[in-house]
């Protein structure tokens, strides 16, 4: 049976088991299995870290947002050092080091890897296909107000806009500027209005009701 | 555009078209590919380094005509036996043998 319906993510499924065996899915059945035979790794290793991975979201960010926008000192704190802070929150990031960066009225910061795909996939889960694009990782750093506009953010000339390309061992989260009129909005109304674009940088929170 | 010392992988600033914003989910075969990478990383098999370098070597060629996981799977296979945790003896045979099991991945893995 074709894959043509959307997933509940309303996106495309990639075609997957019905489509004809690749080479390259080939090697990852031998792998796996050279890898489980040899006593390096288990099945359960395998389908327990599928199930972190599938755990992982944008709502960790933003539950880390929320509680910055709401919690002076975890703010102070965050942006001291983003590592320590996300893991006194439960989250587990693993070895990265993260660091926080604050948009303001008049700083908006942008995340990138240019080198590569690097992203802190343990708090925003994997990144989108864009992100890992040569058009986003080539573009951003040279024009990335033109980059912005074409996610539909328009930044106005007085703003700064400041872009960080992260490392393998170090990873960028930014805390989105809290929308004005939310001062009544505990921590969880909060955090469904930060979006993963807005933690990324491509995007601002959202306003309530919108 | 060509720059002296900068080799392919490094991206930033060069001249590209439109992003698309088109998104897939992950197929199964993609998050295990994933998950090899992270699980043998964790027993010290490989790292992100070394993730990166067999990526980086394969050349821009690869960044066209494959998909991002399956270059990863490239990779980590690379690693594996340069860790020695397979002889690409035994990871031929295996091959084979995988794909002696049915034309699709859901019937061979």
Known sequence: ?210 | MEYFGKRWHDMGGDPAGDINPDQHDFALWEKRVDALMVLSSAKGLMNTDSLRRVLEDMGPDAYETMSYYERWIASVTQNMVEAGAFSPEELAAKMEAVKQRGGTYGAAT
């Open chain 1, 1 to 210: 049976m074709p894959h043509d319906h959307l997933s509940p993510s309303g996106h495309p499924y990639r075609a997957d088991n019905d489509a004809p065996l690749t080479y390259w899915q080939t090697m990852e059945i031998a792998v796996r299995e050279l890898l489980i035979e040899k006593g390096h790794i288990t099945a359960e290793d395998v389908h327990a870290q599928i199930d972190a991975m599938d755990a992982r979201s944008p709502a960790m960010g933003a539950a880390v947002v929320a509680r910055a926008w709401t919690d002076a000192d975890f703010k102070r704190q965050l942006l001291d050092d983003g590592s320590a802070a996300c893991r006194d929150m439960g989250f587990d990031i693993g070895p990265m080091h993260l660091i926080a960066l604050e948009n303001t009225a008049d700083i908006h910061n942008v995340v990138v890897c240019t080198l590569c795909s690097c992203y802190p996939r343990n708090l925003l889960g994997l990144p989108p296909d864009w992100y890992k694009s040569r058009e986003y990782r080539s573009r951003t750093v040279r024009e990335p107000r033109k980059v912005l506009a074409e996610f539909g953010l328009t930044l106005p000339d007085t703003v700064t806009v400041r872009v960080h390309d992260s490392t393998a061992d170090m990873r960028y989260l930014v805390v989105p500027a809290r929308p004005a009129g939310t001062e009544g909005l505990d921590a969880d109304a909060l955090a469904a209005l930060v979006t993963r674009d807005s933690m990324i940088g491509v995007g601002i929170a959202k306003q309530p009701g919108a």
